[in-house]
């Protein structure tokens, strides 16, 4: 039951090659590394904005006159189920 052999995994990889073709892992290939690259971005981008904003004012508290200002809003925590 242990682990997988090499001759295993060949097989595995060979009836995958079969089903799909190579042409279509090719594109799978790159539209994951594309993902993982813009992923990759994405986070440097959003660690170097944060660091910059970091000089920035802290965002506005909303005050309780302001929560109630609009007959629509309810308080969740107000509520409670007896």
């Known amino acids: 039951m242990g682990s997988f052999s090499i001759w295993h995994w060949l097989i595995v990889l060979l009836v995958v090659v079969l089903i799909f ?3 279509k892992l090719k594109n799978i290939g790159a539209d994951l590394g594309g993902a993982v690259k813009g992923f990759k971005d994405g986070v440097k981008d959003g660690s ?3 660091a ?5 004012a802290p965002p506005q508290q909303v ?3 302001q929560k109630t200002a609009d007959g629509n809003t309810v308080d969740v ?3 409670t189920k007896a």
Do not use: V, Y
Not at 52 to 56: F, L, Q, T
């Open 21 to 23: 073709g190579t042409k």
């Open 48 to 50: 170097s904005s944060t």
């Open 52 to 56: 910059s904003e970091g000089n920035a």
């Open 63 to 65: 005050s309780n006159a």
């Open 77 to 79: 925590e107000a509520k």
